[in-house]
């Protein structure tokens, strides 16, 4: 082991004698009988050698004493540094340094003023960009900004001269401020950015030791435009903590949002007193900021204002096109705080935190369901509580978490403008009132270009809930527009009464109806895709079922129709159910949930309504080559009465075993569907039995056999807890019950409400016995 004590006392005779008369002793006289010191005071003399050589004016000892100095480290002191000099300036002091040179206060021999000088490192192009910079930064005025006096290029080395700034640091000073006084600073440094901004200038190392504050508060911004305004340079040049995700990517460009990002940074340090991404090397920061989330800073500090939170999270979004767009709206959002408004910002990070934070919950309930702690009609009512948290405020009414007075004024406009479009195409149709192109151009087409124009325009400025709803308006307009065009243009018109149009009045033809649907169709699908709502998905989803129906008057729709062959309107629909659920299926792998669910609805809704046509007239049973004729008497005035029935009852039973199987191998978009399913099963079950009881033309016994079979729908809703079998019994209980007195005229008889109360107190103490046994575990 090393003689620490005896290397120590070896390296301080090393030193003095080289502090004292500049000599060095021989490593070998020092460790003269110690050879095994000579390599460890080999190392340190070089090391000593190496940090004199890098230091003017070597070592000194104070006041000529020997200079003693640790095993591994050297106290030293150095020769004050020599100040450079400017012509036209005393120089004072050193007062800074940064990246791109030093910085030293000036007396201006001339205008007997203090200045500032920074003395630029040579560093060949970006050298020349930064004078570039300084002269167009010259050409600017504006308070907040330091001030360019002069651009000393042919120096050597250059050097730019400008105002001198004293006050206090913001970083220093941010954490005894006010929530108020920070908002105030950052709307007059957002104010200062822009300006810089709409000149072309750029910062790109903002931070709160780069702006100044001065006994009232007002901010200066130092170093402004002192860097690469190429979008394609820059990257991974900045201060680590405040660069931006596109600062780490040199395929990404950079522009004036990268200044937005490190704004929200500054904001975010003013708000939690800590940087959202730290560590203990400048690879460790650049990797927090690839990898990880920021934490919230309310979870830093209770305190925090959450408007002030939402716009600190807003400007540092990843996603350059989720930022706000400009320092201008992150400024105006301040200013919405500081009067008292509500602010605009809704971060995307809230949405993704309340996901991964909802997601353990949702283990804990199926835990808790195999643990048999919960109910599974309770397990599933606890995650559909958690999906509601799952919606978006951007979307439509039916999606959204909350229902706001915009929400309200923008669908109630979009219904208004739809409406107002269809009394105009009617106008035109049925009264001839509107003629030509250009009025109707006017009133519909120019209204639908500007709100697809604004919705475009306000979807790409984050005002997407806006967006939404006027380009919902729009798609209302354009197929009433294209009708009205085809018609006043005489394309594809044709006379009336030609055989196998659906309007046989001509107003509309086959044809243009069916182009029409065709593009209104595609065109809210593009939308959709773009903006990823399921407004505009369920609205496409709506038109792709008009323009089956509309293609299908080529197949003979109105001669369906006319003769009530509504059989094979549902043969013909039907696969349009396979196509949603395919649609879906493919959606929902591709990560476009919001497209999913409407087309699964879409399926359970024309898998339904094409059941059901199929049954009516007893057709049903008549592909399949039954009948119950013979089991019908012949005094029934509809020959397919029992038939049509029955059939329609067996959907409900048909109903009831998909949704189970959907429910029980289906994904959750899937359960979703499933779930309207479960809802509409036991009414389908039910309401033809009850049709059938009210036409009292049947024994009366089939009175009771309606009634029989709703007591079981409400036994079975116990079985599978679901609610709306419960509903649907007990609603056609008390249709049996009516229909009932009424064919048997017992409505005078208080016998039959006598029984009923006894069934009723029945009930009720068939209720206490089954409390009794449930508490007694019998």
């Given at each position: 082991m090393?003689?620490?004590?005896?290397?120590?006392?070896?390296f301080?005779?090393?030193v003095?004698?080289?502090?004292?008369?500049?000599?060095r002793?021989?490593i070998?006289?020092?460790?003269?009988?110690?050879?095994?010191?000579?390599?460890p005071?080999r190392?340190?003399?070089?090391?000593y050698?190496?940090?004199?050589?890098?230091?003017?004016?070597?070592?000194a000892?104070?006041e000529?004493?020997?200079?003693?100095?640790?095993?591994?480290?050297?106290?030293?002191?150095?020769v004050?540094?020599?100040?450079?000099?400017?012509?036209?300036?005393?120089t004072?002091?050193?007062?800074?340094?940064?990246g791109?040179?030093?910085?030293?206060?000036?007396?201006?021999?001339?205008?007997?003023?203090?200045?500032?000088?920074?003395?630029?490192?040579?560093?060949?192009?970006?050298?020349?960009?930064?004078?570039?910079?300084?002269?167009s930064?010259?050409l600017?005025?504006?308070?907040?900004?330091?001030?360019?006096?002069e651009?000393?290029?042919?120096a050597?080395?250059?050097?730019?001269?400008?105002e001198?700034?004293?006050?206090?640091e913001?970083?220093?000073?941010?954490?005894?401020?006010?929530?108020?006084?920070?908002?105030?600073?950052?709307?007059?440094?957002?104010?200062?950015?822009?300006?810089?901004?709409?000149?072309?200038?750029?910062?790109?190392?903002?931070?709160?030791?780069?702006?100044?504050?001065?006994?009232?508060?007002?901010?200066k911004?130092?170093?402004?435009?002192?860097?690469?305004?190429?979008p394609?340079?820059?990257?991974?040049?900045g201060?680590?903590?405040?660069l931006?995700?596109?600062?780490?990517?040199?395929?990404a460009?950079?522009?004036?949002?990268?200044?937005?990002?490190?704004?929200?940074?500054?904001l975010?340090?003013?708000?939690?007193?800590?940087?959202?991404y730290s560590?203990?090397?400048?690879?460790d920061?650049v990797?927090?900021l690839?990898?990880?989330?920021?934490?919230?800073?309310?979870e830093?500090d209770?305190?925090?204002?959450?408007?002030?939170?939402?716009?600190?999270l807003k400007?540092?979004?990843?996603?350059p096109?989720?930022r706000?767009?400009?320092?201008?709206?992150?400024?105006?959002?301040?200013q919405?705080?500081?009067?008292?408004?509500?602010?605009?910002a809704?971060p995307?990070?809230?949405?993704?935190?309340?996901?991964?934070?909802?997601?353990?919950h949702l283990h804990h309930?199926?835990?808790?369901?195999?643990?048999?702690l919960?109910?599974?009609?309770?397990?599933?009512?606890?995650?559909?509580?958690?999906?509601?948290?799952e919606?978006?405020?951007?979307?439509?009414?039916v999606?959204?978490?909350?229902l706001?007075y915009?929400?309200?004024?923008?669908?109630?406009?979009?219904f208004?403008?739809?409406?107002?479009?269809?009394?105009?195409?009617?106008?035109?149709?049925v009264?001839?009132?509107?003629?030509?192109?250009?009025?109707?151009f006017?009133?519909?087409?120019?209204?639908?270009?500007c709100?697809?124009?604004?919705?475009?325009?306000?979807?790409?400025r984050?005002?997407?809930?806006?967006?939404?709803?006027?380009?919902l308006?729009?798609?209302?307009l354009l197929?009433l527009?294209l009708?009205?065009?085809?018609?006043?243009?005489g394309w594809?018109?044709?006379?009336?009464q030609?055989?196998?149009?659906?309007?046989?009045?001509?107003?509309?033809?086959?044809?243009?109806l069916?182009?029409?649907?065709?593009?209104?169709?595609g065109?809210?699908?593009?939308?959709?895709?773009?903006?990823r709502t399921?407004?505009?998905?369920?609205?496409?989803?709506?038109?792709?079922?008009?323009?089956?129906v509309?293609?299908?008057?080529?197949?003979?729709?109105?001669?369906?129709?006319?003769?009530?062959?509504?059989?094979?309107?549902?043969?013909?629909?039907?696969?349009?159910?396979?196509?949603?659920?395919a649609?879906?299926a493919g959606?929902e792998?591709?990560?476009?949930?919001?497209?999913?669910?409407?087309?699964?609805l879409?399926?359970v809704?024309?898998?339904?309504?094409?059941?059901?046509l199929?049954?009516?007239?007893?057709?049903?049973f008549?592909?399949?080559?039954?009948?119950?004729?013979?089991?019908?008497?012949?005094?029934?005035?509809?020959?397919?009465?029992?038939?049509?029935c029955?059939?329609?009852?067996?959907n409900?039973?048909?109903?009831?075993?998909?949704?189970?199987?959907?429910?029980?191998?289906?994904?959750?978009?899937v359960r979703?569907?499933?779930?309207?399913?479960?809802?509409?099963?036991?009414?389908?079950?039910?309401?033809?039995?009850?049709?059938?009881?009210?036409?009292n033309?049947?024994?009366?016994?089939?009175?009771?056999?309606?009634?029989?079979?709703?007591?079981a729908?409400?036994?079975?809703?116990?079985?599978r807890q679901?609610?709306?079998?419960?509903y649907?019994?007990?609603?056609?209980?008390?249709?049996?019950?009516?229909?009932?007195?009424?064919?048997?005229?017992?409505?005078?008889?208080?016998?039959?409400?006598v029984?009923?109360?006894?069934?009723?107190?029945?009930?009720?103490?068939?209720g206490?016995?089954f409390?009794?046994?449930?508490?007694?575990?019998?």
């Open positions: 090393t003689d620490h004590s005896e290397l120590e006392r070896c301080a005779q090393f003095e004698q080289h502090v004292l008369d500049g000599t002793l021989p070998e006289s020092l460790v003269a009988g110690r050879p095994d010191l000579a390599t005071l190392a340190l003399v070089d090391r050698l190496d940090l004199d050589a890098t230091l003017d004016g070597g070592l000892a104070p000529g004493r020997p200079l003693r100095a640790a095993p591994t480290v050297a106290t030293v002191a150095t004050p540094e020599a100040l450079p000099a400017f012509e036209g300036f005393r004072i002091e050193r007062i800074g340094a940064g791109m040179g030093e910085v030293y206060k000036l007396h201006d021999l001339t205008l007997e003023r203090f200045v500032a000088a920074k003395v630029l490192r040579r560093r060949g192009p970006s050298t020349a960009e930064v004078l570039r910079e300084a002269r930064l010259a600017f005025s504006d308070r907040r900004i330091v001030q360019i006096h651009v000393r290029e042919d050597s080395p250059p050097v730019i001269i400008m001198l700034v004293e006050g206090f913001l970083g220093r000073l941010g954490p005894s401020l006010e929530p108020r006084q920070r908002a105030r600073i950052l709307v007059d440094v957002c104010d200062a950015i822009q300006q810089a901004h709409d000149r072309g200038l750029q910062h790109r190392d903002l931070k709160p030791s780069n702006i100044m504050l001065d006994a009232n508060l007002a901010p911004i130092l170093d402004f435009g002192l860097s690469d305004r190429d394609s340079r820059g990257h991974l040049v201060t680590p903590h405040y931006a995700p596109e600062q780490l990517d040199p395929a460009p950079i522009d004036a949002r990268t200044d937005v990002y490190a704004l929200g940074v500054v975010y340090e003013l708000l939690a007193g800590v940087v959202p560590g203990a090397t400048a690879a920061v990797d927090a690839r990898t990880r989330e920021p934490r919230l800073p309310v830093i209770p305190r925090v204002p959450e408007p002030l939170q939402a716009i600190a400007a540092m979004e990843r996603d096109a989720q706000y767009q400009s320092a201008r709206e992150m400024g105006l959002d301040l919405r705080y500081l009067d008292g408004r509500p602010v605009l809704r995307t990070i809230y949405a993704s935190t309340l996901g991964s934070r909802v997601a353990p309930i199926d835990e808790w369901l195999r643990l048999k919960v109910y599974r009609h309770e397990a599933e009512r606890l995650r559909a509580a958690y999906r509601e948290l919606k978006r405020e951007d979307d439509w009414i999606e959204t978490r909350s706001s915009s929400q309200i004024a923008l669908y109630l406009g979009a208004l403008l739809v409406s107002g479009s269809l009394f105009y195409f009617g106008a035109d149709r009264y001839h009132a509107v003629r030509g192109v250009a009025r109707p006017a009133v519909l087409a120019v209204p639908f270009l709100l697809n124009a604004a919705g475009r325009y306000l979807y790409r984050d005002h997407k809930a806006v967006a939404v709803g006027l380009l308006a729009g798609v209302g197929p527009f009708l009205i065009l085809f018609h006043e243009t594809w018109v044709v006379a009336q030609t055989p196998g149009q659906i309007f046989r009045d001509g107003s509309v033809s086959n044809r243009q069916q182009i029409t649907v065709a593009i209104a169709c065109w809210s699908m593009w939308l959709a895709l773009r903006t399921a407004a505009l998905s369920t609205v496409a989803a709506v038109l792709m079922l008009l323009l089956t509309a293609l299908l008057g080529d197949a003979g729709l109105r001669g369906w129709l006319v003769e009530g062959r509504l059989d094979r309107l549902a043969l013909h629909v039907a696969p349009l159910a396979a196509v949603y659920a649609l879906g959606s792998r591709t990560a476009r949930p919001w497209l999913a669910h409407p087309l699964y879409g399926a809704l024309v898998g339904v309504v094409s059941l059901d199929l049954a009516l007239d007893g057709r049903m008549g592909y399949v080559g039954l009948s119950l004729k013979p089991f019908q008497s012949p005094s029934v005035s509809s020959a397919t009465l029992l038939d049509t029955v059939a329609l009852t067996l409900g039973v048909a109903f009831y075993a998909a949704a189970a199987a959907m429910e029980r191998v289906g994904s959750d978009l979703r569907a499933a779930r309207m399913l479960f809802t509409i099963a036991p009414f389908s079950m039910l309401e033809p039995l009850g049709y059938l009881s009210e036409t033309e049947y024994s009366r016994r089939f009175d009771w056999l309606y009634l029989a079979f709703a007591f729908i409400v036994v079975a809703s116990h079985a679901r609610k709306s079998f419960y649907a019994g007990l609603l056609n209980t008390g249709i049996a019950l009516y229909l009932i007195a009424d064919h048997r005229k017992w409505f005078d008889k208080p016998a039959w409400g029984a009923l109360i006894a069934c009723g107190l029945a009930a009720m103490a068939a206490y016995a409390d009794r046994r449930a508490r007694s575990g019998l």
